[in-house]
């Protein structure tokens, strides 16, 4: 749908979640994320020509960040279009052009130690090796049309390169997964699974930095879309749940003092974070995880070198 001239909002189903694309139309047109690998065949491109706008048109399509619904799908767009430049942040490169880099790197990293990760049966979604052609980097602009520009802005936590997209004619942020409320919604407004940021600190800075920034309009990955006095809503909500997560671990870990692994801290404090189905609560390990090391890096919790490991208030 049109969300503003020239602006579409190309949605469709993941799961139980929506994904969405944004695409820019003007002198040049620009797409942010490409789905899942079957997401330009079944929704992107039909789109597409529906408005009149042929695949070999796609001057740029931006991954904002390395996940395989955002980034799946760009081999098929290259597949469909040899010119069209793909683009994302060096902080994420080498996850987006290597499956297995992605796997090993940004899904499975916690199974050694933590006896936690994830199956290889979710990487049929971003199954192929794509080469990106362009690098960007924060403050950079993207020209549309005379007097229209999209500025880039570089907002790590859910990922060490994630990008965000400001509209600066609309007042709008396109911000993919750069924060995540409460929890990545289902298609009908319950709640799927947790926050899935990695870095706590990078997080709350990316919220920090939208908070500054004269957005009446954020449009994201899989959330609704917020406007109005909702922005500064949705960012509260986004840094309560990391204030709750941190509070919630020190206080088990105090009343825990024999020491706990993160498998136990997730089935403990999950159902205290949030309502998410029983399924999906491995998601919280990213974000618990992440909580883990900046408290060890502050001197709060320790850890002992065992498998799985053992955490500790210092």
Same mark, same amino acid.
């Given at each position: 749908?049109?969300?503003?001239?020239? !602006?579409?909002?190309?949605?469709?189903?993941?799961?139980? /979640?929506?994904?969405?694309?944004?695409?820019?139309? +003007? =002198?040049?047109?620009?797409? #942010?994320? @490409?789905?899942?690998?079957?997401?330009?065949?079944?929704?992107?491109?039909?789109?597409?020509?529906?408005?009149?706008? %042929?695949?070999?048109? #796609? %001057?740029? !399509?931006? *991954?904002?960040?390395?996940?395989?619904?955002?980034?799946?799908?760009?081999?098929?767009?290259?597949?469909?279009?040899?010119?069209?430049?793909? &683009?994302?942040?060096?902080? =994420?490169?080498?996850?987006?052009?290597?499956?297995?880099?992605?796997?090993?790197?940004?899904?499975?990293?916690? &199974?050694?130690?933590?006896? #936690?990760?994830?199956?290889?049966? +979710?990487? !049929?979604?971003?199954? /192929?090796?794509?080469?990106?052609?362009?690098?960007?980097? &924060?403050?950079?602009?993207?020209?549309?049309?005379?007097?229209?520009?999209?500025?880039?802005?570089? !907002?790590?936590?859910?990922?060490?390169?994630?990008? *965000?997209?400001?509209?600066?004619?609309?007042?709008?942020?396109?911000?993919?997964? *750069?924060?995540?409320?409460?929890?990545?919604? $289902?298609?009908?407004? %319950?709640?799927?699974?947790?926050? $899935?940021?990695?870095?706590?600190?990078?997080?709350? *800075?990316?919220?920090?930095?939208?908070?500054?920034?004269?957005?009446?309009?954020?449009?994201?990955?899989?959330?609704?879309?917020?406007?109005? $006095?909702?922005?500064? +809503?949705?960012?509260?909500?986004? /840094?309560?749940?990391?204030?709750?997560?941190?509070?919630?671990?020190? &206080?088990?870990?105090? =009343?825990?003092?024999?020491?706990?692994?993160?498998?136990?801290?997730?089935? %403990?404090?999950?159902?205290?974070?949030? $309502?998410?189905?029983?399924?999906?609560?491995?998601?919280?390990?990213? @974000?618990?995880?992440?909580?883990l090391l900046r408290l060890q890096q502050r001197g709060i919790v /320790?850890?002992?070198?065992?498998?799985?490991?053992?955490?500790? #208030?210092?």
């Amino acid at each position: 749908m049109e969300i503003f001239p020239n !602006v579409h909002e190309i949605r469709s189903t993941f799961g139980n /979640r929506y994904i969405k694309q944004y695409l820019f139309v +003007g =002198d040049t047109v620009v797409l #942010l994320d @490409a789905g899942i690998i079957g997401t330009p065949d079944s929704a992107i491109f039909p789109y597409m020509e529906k408005i009149g706008i %042929s695949p070999g048109r #796609l %001057s740029m !399509v931006i *991954a904002m960040h390395a996940d395989g619904d955002h980034h799946g799908g760009l081999p098929a767009i290259k597949d469909a279009s040899a010119s069209t430049l793909l &683009a994302c942040h060096q902080g =994420d490169l080498a996850l987006i052009q290597d499956p297995e880099y992605l796997y090993q790197n940004r899904y499975n990293f916690l &199974a050694r130690d933590h006896q #936690l990760g994830f199956g290889r049966e +979710g990487m !049929v979604y971003s199954p /192929r090796a794509c080469k990106i052609d362009v690098v960007l980097s &924060a403050d950079e602009t993207i020209q549309i049309a005379p007097g229209w520009k999209l500025r880039v802005w570089h !907002v790590p936590g859910h990922s060490e390169g994630h990008l *965000a997209v400001y509209d600066e004619n609309n007042r709008a942020a396109f911000t993919s997964d *750069a924060v995540q409320a409460g929890g990545c919604p $289902t298609m009908t407004g %319950s709640m799927s699974f947790s926050p $899935t940021y990695y870095a706590v600190d990078a997080y709350l *800075a990316t919220i920090r930095f939208l908070e500054n920034q004269p957005i009446e309009h954020i449009y994201s990955g899989h959330w609704p879309q917020v406007h109005g $006095t909702e922005v500064q +809503g949705f960012l509260d909500q986004s /840094r309560e749940f990391v204030e709750n997560a941190d509070a919630l671990i020190k &206080a088990h870990l105090s =009343d825990h003092r024999g020491g706990v692994t993160l498998k136990q801290l997730i089935a %403990s404090l999950g159902p205290k974070l949030g $309502t998410w189905p029983e399924d999906t609560a491995p998601f919280l390990q990213f @974000a618990l995880y992440g909580h883990l090391l900046r408290l060890q890096q502050r001197g709060i919790v /320790r850890c002992e070198s065992q498998t799985p490991v053992e955490y500790f #208030l210092a």
